[in-house]
């Protein structure tokens, strides 16, 4: 029998493949405990192989044990690029994009088109200008700058730092660019109010770019709905039709927006019915259609109908419930101009606890309780409203009437619902 080839540090070909092996079959599984074994024998070898530790990074990040994969690339006498760009992701993937920068203080193990890529991508998720120009600098010496990896990811760094000019003298500078690309520089001058910059993009992607994906859809329809485009618009919709993009939640919602700030509400509730998922983004922005549209009643009626459909409301949801029960309240003042002083306060004054609570909601810190002073009774409509609205919230609201003290927590009131 052929005796094993050896490698030059003493551990057999056969004997390292068959450990890389394991662990990337561990990894694929998630299979921790059969990892941490291979791990065990790699260290008890007491010979290095970058192959095998790059593998034991990967196991680890595929396990979400960020700390072991830490661990590992610590003890790596030396490192290539492959790993620091599987830790690198690892943090990037998780959310911790101030690690995945931290580890370019350490970077002994060179930085290609890939590590880079990842680098800028998580300094424009920290908004990090500073260290992101740094990496571009970086980019353009080792000649990687026009790399469609990192120059995507520089570009939309770029505009997540709000610098549009820095990111325009990219964009410019490449001959071709992928979706990613366009979809960045529309929502960067839509965010920053930059509408001319915004429709020429929107225009050279029209003519330039076949193949959208649903962010592509958001972004333009997005700057119809804040330029009021709504020819643009409706052929967007159109063409989502074909895709059947618009039953996706994020395009849907994103229709309704444009409709309603194109003042067509009843073309945005139309959009809104269809989608088979309606989330909190939904839900707000057919409310908000309805209120830019003046409807302000069937807007709190989709509030309510929102909470029987379980759906929890957030600071925007409640912004836009605050909105519509103000117009409504100065609507009723312009309507009872002419009704006695006494009989006016007493209508006025009929829901105002609804306006308190959304005000409280929305400036009062999360989990923290609501005090409402009422000088009439509460009513039925609302008290069942006000608990819905407690359970939705997990807050705990006390209102004052002139009869009692009503503590509402998690749906229940301490008056049994008797008063």
């Known amino acids: 029998m052929a005796a094993a080839r050896a490698c030059p540090m003493g551990v057999s070909v056969d004997q390292r493949r068959a450990a890389v092996a394991v662990l990337r079959a561990a990894a694929a599984a998630g299979e921790l405990s059969l990892g941490k074994a291979v791990h065990a024998r790699v260290v008890r070898a007491a010979r ?7 593998n034991l990074i990967a196991l680890y990040v595929k396990c979400g ?48 088109e890939y ?34 990896y990192v120059c995507s990811a520089v570009l939309h760094m770029y505009c997540q730092c709000a610098h549009m000019d820095e990111a325009v003298k990219v964009f410019d500078n490449v001959s071709s660019f992928n979706v990613f ?30 193949q959208w994906d649903h962010v592509s859809y958001v972004a333009v ?20 039709l074909k895709r059947r993009l618009e039953l996706n939640v994020y395009v849907g919602s994103a229709l309704v927006d444009m409709y309603g700030k194109c003042d067509f509400p009843h073309e945005a509730n139309r959009v809104f019915e269809v989608l088979p998922e309606k989330n909190i983004v939904s839900w707000t922005a057919i409310m908000t259609a309805y209120t830019q549209n003046e409807l302000f009643e069937d807007a ?14 957030n600071e925007f949801t409640y912004a836009v419930a605050l909105n519509s029960c103000a117009a409504l309240a100065f609507l009723k003042n312009v309507a009872l101009h002419d009704v006695e002083d006494e009989q006016k306060e007493e209508h006025l004054m009929y829901h105002s606890e609804k306006l308190a609570l959304a005000f409280g909601l929305i400036r ?30 997990g807050r705990r609201i006390v209102v004052r009437d002139t009869v009692r003290f009503h503590c509402i927590e998690d749906g229940v009131c301490s008056c049994d619902d008797y008063w």
């Open 300 to 313: 709190l009626q989709l509030f309510l109908d929102m909470e029987m459909e379980g759906v929890r409301p």
């Open 221 to 240: 329809l997005g700057h119809c709905a804040s330029t009021k485009e709504v020819v643009l618009g409706s052929q967007v919709h159109t063409q989502a």
């Open 181 to 210: 690309a366009f979809n960045s520089m529309i929502n960067g001058f839509l965010d920053r109010g930059q509408m001319d910059g915004s429709t020429s993009i929107v225009r050279s992607m029209v003519r330039n770019v076949g």
């Open 48 to 54: 290095f192989d970058v192959v095998q530790y790059n």
């Open 65 to 112: 044990r960020l700390g072991l994969a830490r661990q590992v690339f610590d003890a790596m006498p030396s490192r290539n690029p492959v790993s620091g760009n599987l830790l690198m992701s690892g943090y990037a993937s998780s959310g911790r994009h101030r690690d995945a920068l931290a580890l370019l203080r350490v970077a002994d193990f060179g930085l290609n």
């Open 364 to 393: 009062t810190p999360k989990g923290e309780a609501i005090r409402i002073m009422k000088n009439v009774r509460i009513c039925d409509d609302c008290h069942v409203a006000i608990k819905l609205i407690s359970l939705a919230t």
């Open 115 to 148: 590590v880079l890529s990842s680098a800028v991508a998580a300094t424009a998720h920290v908004r990090s200008y500073d260290m992101g120009r740094q990496c571009h600098g970086y980019a353009i010496k080792a000649g990687l700058a026009e790399h469609p």
